[in-house]
């Protein structure tokens, strides 16, 4: 039976991250701070590391400036303390952009009468994020694991997008990159799961192009 709706994950399957470093030495650079790539990239990794543990308190616009907040001091500290504002030079440097394909097969699925629903691990920003990458408009509804308080895999996060999708489990299909917090995540909540693997030129869905002749009879 054809689905009726389609929820999908954010990172990796429809948006990716530009690379924030070099943005990030450009960024330190025009507030007169310079340092190496390795450096540069350390700073990032330990920012994102701290978001992924903390994203879900990122719950709404006050929450999130906080959290934005905690993460500048993270990577101010792994970068040596600089004496400039490296909460603007942070957030200046993160910037996401849609896969090439990933427009056209949205308004593809939309042709079909499907509902399409982003529920995804990120704080209340992502509808912006989605937005500024050009996607907003081609999707119906957004949820994020911060507004549902809960993150994937738990099943919580899922129910939240079907909500959002008016349909049941049994009518819906998720896709994403990660077999657990995607794929094992969505089969608990009685979902249908279907895994993007963009590194794999030969894999069933290897781009979101390949997804729609795997929905219709």
């Known amino acids: ?31 007169g701070v310079e340092v190496s790539p390795e450096v540069a990239d350390a700073a990032f990794r330990a920012e994102i590391a701290y978001y992924l543990e903390h ?11 906080r959290l934005r907040d905690r993460c500048a001091r993270v990577m101010s500290e792994a970068l040596g303390e600089p004496p400039v504002d490296v909460r603007a030079a942070m957030l200046a440097s993160i910037r996401f952009a849609a896969f090439p394909e ?21 704080d209340c920003s992502l509808g912006d994020v989605l937005r500024t990458a050009g996607l907003r408009d081609l999707v119906d509804a957004v949820v994020t694991s911060a507004e549902a308080g809960a993150a994937k895999p738990d099943p919580r996060l899922f129910h939240a997008g079907l909500e959002l999708a008016g349909c049941s489990s049994a009518d819906a299909v998720y896709v994403g990159d990660s077999p657990e917090n995607d794929v094992a995540g969505a ?13 794999l030129r030969d894999a069933p869905i290897a781009s979101l192009a390949d997804l729609p002749p795997l929905l219709f009879d």
């Open 1 to 31: 039976m054809n689905p009726r709706a389609v929820l999908f994950d954010s990172f990796g399957t429809l948006v990716r991250m530009e690379p924030p470093g070099p943005r990030l030495r450009d960024e330190l650079a025009a507030r």
């Open 55 to 65: 994203h879900v308190e990122g719950r709404d616009r006050e929450s999130l400036e």
């Open 102 to 122: 990933v427009p056209a097969t949205l308004r593809d699925l939309r042709g079909h009468g499907l509902r399409l629903v982003v529920a995804s691990n990120w």
């Open 187 to 199: 089969e608990r909540a009685g979902i249908r799961a279907l895994l993007i693997e963009r590194d």
